[in-house]
């Protein structure tokens, strides 16, 4: 009681009671800005110690019961100045202890504007004798601050302010100073401690760790490449050298084979030696995880995933060595018996797409309504490769992009049955590759990343981490990427790899998505004879899991030529010439008379034929123009009415079948005017809706397999960002 000038009876006389703390409180917590005054201090009685800043006695305090939160006490006694470390608000007459933190001195009076200091209220006007009391005032420390004990200094009682000392800082209602951090300086009366230098530092830090990540990363992508390269290579020479080793076992056990054979029966030797071989090579064969170790093994056959870099590349190089033995023993294979087993056993077959199309007619949007590609009847079989063909213009680009749906601004009539049923093209999206005409691939990146980028986004999500890396190390030794593997593949300012490669790395994109149906436009188109026929086996050996593979061709060599199993040959203005097998194009055109001269190669034939080059000097006396009315009439089907003459000039009249002419085709042709517009507006309607159902509404997924979402695909693009 040092701070107060009353005895101690006085001041617990002074303050408040139960009662009145719950009064105070209430209206306080309440919200109300102004409080209402108590009892004490209506109009009537209203007594000094209702001023702010002052408080007053209970007349007889024995009759105030202090547990009684209800009856407030009548206080007009000997009204005096508020003591220091209590608050006296306005309307109270009752003293109530300030709260740790707050600095609750005696108010002075400033004279100049006669307003008690340090707190903001003023002398009552018409109370000559009245002074300025002690705090009036208590709030939280946002809404005022006047309580509180003062930024600077720190107050460890209410009536105590001291300044912070050097070395520590305070903050607005602090009862202890507290020490700053050290490498900070902070001055007597601190407010607060200045971690500008902190800051400075971490900045300071941050750049320097980037500078070192933007120096070093290369270096550490070049080691982690490096090591990488070393486990690819270790496990291809494994492989290659296990191989090795079965081979010279297989020519052991031959050898002594053979030495017992001929004892028994000469003329049956060769072929036992060679069932013997092949026998040895599927056994060696199903041996495909001798380079791992036991528990990696394990894991495999659970069909789990396997960790180290090292372990990956040794399945997948076990893995393509085996494939490799497998195709040897397709080639060399003459019982039937052997090459089943063989790969039934081990070639894993994807599911199939067959495509057939019927009467596919492709006509432009517009004036004229030009045909671009007409009547096209045919098949495309799974685990076949067709190559379309024909003179430039003929529409070979057209027919591909029609069976793929990408054919936009076209009106299309016919049908297309996927597996036989009339199902959409983009229901089997995510298990069809289209390989354009153009280059899609990113030249910033590597021909490893760029393979990566497609077989993350396309492969199966849930496609373990050792079975990508076999797809992707296949491909790339399938394509002959292996030496470019790491190179750029190089845009128009920075050089990269070469046309070809870059063609091959295009191709390699759809590849690894491991498609059912796979379409390619003129994929050799600017390749040498060897590098095409390179890209010929990888997609032979696509076929062998049942892949139906089309593509366009130009001017391929013989060999090339022979590597096809279908071909579909297209005349100008998209009409079929011949669609089957390649090795019966020959004999079909011999029979109409053209036959291919001694030491031309027949593709270069044909399609000089077709531009009208060759002048047809046939016993049937066939004419160029007539050759597509020639297939439709071979193959029975309808002929169109505007080659009607065409075909009856190739036969005595009676000699057609009247079902084979009777086709109403443009007997609907000619349009009124209005009638133009109509049909107009409805195909471009229709175009319209084409294009909006692909782009925004979900064709229904018929493909089986189910991709990375959105967002893992973006991640991977953003990383494809980060490695340029
Ligand atoms: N959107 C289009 N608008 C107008 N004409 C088109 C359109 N698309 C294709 N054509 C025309 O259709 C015909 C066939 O084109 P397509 O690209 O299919 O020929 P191609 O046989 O692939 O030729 P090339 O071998 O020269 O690439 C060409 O005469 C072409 O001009």
Sequence with gaps: MNFCHYSAEDVIGRVCYAAELK????????????????????????????EPGWACAVSVPEDVDMKDFVNIPARTDDCQ???????CPKGLTCMIPCPLGAYCPTA???????????????????????????????????????????????????????????????????TSEKACYNLISCNEGSSTQHIQAYGAMLIAAIFTILLIIYNCSDQVLTIRERRRAKYREAASRRAKERVKADERTMELSTLHQSSEDVDYNDSGTSNASQENILK????????TDDNLDHSSKKRLQKGKQIHTHSEIFNYAYSQIEKEKAMQEIQSLSFSEVTTTMAVNAETRRRPTIEVSFQDLT???????????????????????????????????????????????GCKITGSILINGKPDSIHSYKRIIGFVPQDDVVHGNLTVEENLWFSANCRLPA?????????????????????????????????????????????????????????????????????????????????????VNVSMVVHQPSYLLFQMFDDLVLLAKGGLTVYHGSVREVEEYFSEIGINVP?????????????????????????????????????????????MHANAAAMFP??????????????????????????????????????????????????????????LVQYRYFLGRYVSC
Excluded at 281 to 286: A, E, F, G, H, V
Excluded at 505 to 534: A, C, F, K, R, Y
């Design 23 to 50: 009064d105070y409180f209430e209206r306080f917590f309440s919200g109300s800005r102004y409080l209402k005054p108590n009892r004490n201090c209506n109009i009537t009685s209203r007594v000094s110690g209702c």
């Design 81 to 87: 100045p508020c003591c220091e470390g209590f608050f």
């Design 108 to 174: 002075t009076l400033d004279t100049d504007t006669g307003i008690c200091k340090p707190y903001s209220y003023q002398l009552p006007p018409g109370m000559p004798n009245h002074t300025c009391g002690g705090a009036n005032i208590w709030a939280d420390i946002l809404t005022s601050r006047d309580l509180f004990c003062s930024s600077g200094s720190y107050c460890p009682t209410s009536t105590q302010k001291i300044p912070c000392s050097s070395g520590h800082y305070c903050r607005t209602g602090s």
């Design 280 to 287: 040895l090579r599927s056994q060696t064969c199903n041996n």
């Design 362 to 408: 492709v006509t432009l949007k517009g004036k004229g309504r030009r045909h671009l590609l007409r009547c096209v009847t045919g098949k495309m079989m799974p685990g076949r490769i067709t190559a379309v063909m024909g003179p430039s213009g003929a529409g070979k680009t057209m027919f591909l992009s029609a069976l793929a749906g990408k054919a936009h």
């Design 462 to 546: 849930n496609m373990l981490k050792q079975d990508r890396v076999l797809v992707v190390e296949r491909v790339i030794e399938c394509l002959g990427l292996q030496t470019v593997r790491n190179s750029l593949v190089g845009t128009v300012e920075k050089r990269g790899i070469s046309g070809g490669q870059r063609k091959r790395v295009n191709v390699g994109l759809e590849m690894v998505m491991e498609p059912s149906l796979l379409i390619l436009d003129e994929p050799t188109s600017g390749l040498d004879s060897s590098s095409s026929q390179l890209l010929l086996r990888a997609l032979r050996r696509e076929t062998l899991e049942g």
């Design 598 to 642: 001694d030491r031309v190669n027949p593709p270069d034939y044909f399609i000089d034929v077709l531009e009208g080059m060759v002048k047809l000097n046939t016993s049937s006396g066939v004419t160029c123009e007539q050759l597509p009315v020639r297939w439709m009439l071979h193959k029975g089907y309808h002929v169109p009415p505007d």
């Design 653 to 710: 009249e009676g000699q057609l079948s009247s079902n084979v002419l009777n086709d109403n085709e443009g007997a609907a042709e000619d349009h009124s005017f209005v009638g133009e517009i109509w049909e107009y507006v409805k195909s471009n309607v229709k175009v319209r809706s084409d294009v909006i159902r692909h782009n925004f509404l979900r064709t229904k997924d018929l493909s089986n397999r189910s991709t990375p979402g959105i």
